[in-house]
């Protein structure tokens, strides 16, 4: 079943944004190494989780690169984050059966296989782009991450991911402002990707979708929260269990 891996967020600037974030309560994790780092994570348990990134202008050429190794939906997708402005611009799919996800070792390259996970998509009646994308980084602890994930063809669904190999989630978590677990996504749905959408949450009652005139996130609810704070225009809301 396809569930919510996590959300992001782009910003202008990684460092500022870092500060912020972490003087509000929450421990954060950079994605790589020091000054190299593009990106860095809010963990939330073993549940979904938030990603903080940012793209710097001289990556601009990446998207005719995209547009040549990974074909157009890619390079469209990349945009709509690139020209994002410090806000909420995205979400990720991920599937919760580990049978559907092979690890292939050929002694070079690892590759978290998810083509079976793109042929449920697909029977769904949605488009995707016809190349996975089989990447890495290397973490703040110097060891690669592996990953894969593929993009339907409306950029404004959310792009379907593999898990991290090795994971990297922090199983159990508490930040200073009392956070520790994901509760729920709201989202307002365009009437071009309602019906969509609804295909690839249905199994999630942790997404929540609005119907309106387009398609953004709305609000970020979060167990453990004392009080409800406002992050780049959204409510991360206060949940109990």
């Known amino acids: 079943m396809l569930k919510i891996s996590h959300i992001s967020c782009r910003v202008s600037n990684l460092t500022d944004a870092a500060d912020y974030i972490q003087k509000m309560g929450f421990t954060i994790e950079w994605g790589g190494e020091g ?18 990134f940012s793209i ?46 092979k690890i292939e070792n050929n002694g070079k390259h690892i590759i978290v296989n ?20 089989n990447w890495k980084r290397k973490n ?35 930040h200073k402002n009392g956070a520790y677990k994901f509760a729920y996504i709201k989202i307002q749905v365009g009437k071009n990707e309602y019906m969509d959408m609804s295909k690839l949450t249905a199994d999630d009652k942790n997404i929540i979708l609005i119907k309106g005139n387009d398609t953004r996130i709305l609000e ?22």
């Open 114 to 133: 998810i083509d079976s996970v793109k042929q449920r998509v697909l029977k769904m009646g949605i488009k995707v782009s016809k190349k996975t994308l």
């Open 56 to 101: 710097n202008y001289y990556f601009l050429p990446l998207v005719i690169i995209m547009k040549c190794i990974y074909g157009n939906i890619a390079s469209k997708k990349w945009w709509h984050w690139f020209t994002a402005k410090n806000e909420w611009c995205d979400f990720a799919l991920e599937d919760d059966d580990e049978r559907n996800t």
């Open 35 to 52: 000054k190299k780092s593009k990106n860095f994570f809010v963990w939330l348990g073993e549940g979904a989780f938030l990603e903080f």
């Open 220 to 241: 970020i609810g979060i167990y453990g929260l004392k009080k409800d704070i406002s992050v780049y225009n959204i409510i991360l809301k206060a949940m109990e269990e």
């Open 140 to 174: 703040c602890r110097g060891q690669y991450a592996n990953y894969s994930y593929f993009i339907p063809e409306n950029i404004k669904l959310p792009f379907i991911v593999s898990r991290y190999e090795p994971r990297q989630k922090q199983a159990t978590v508490i």
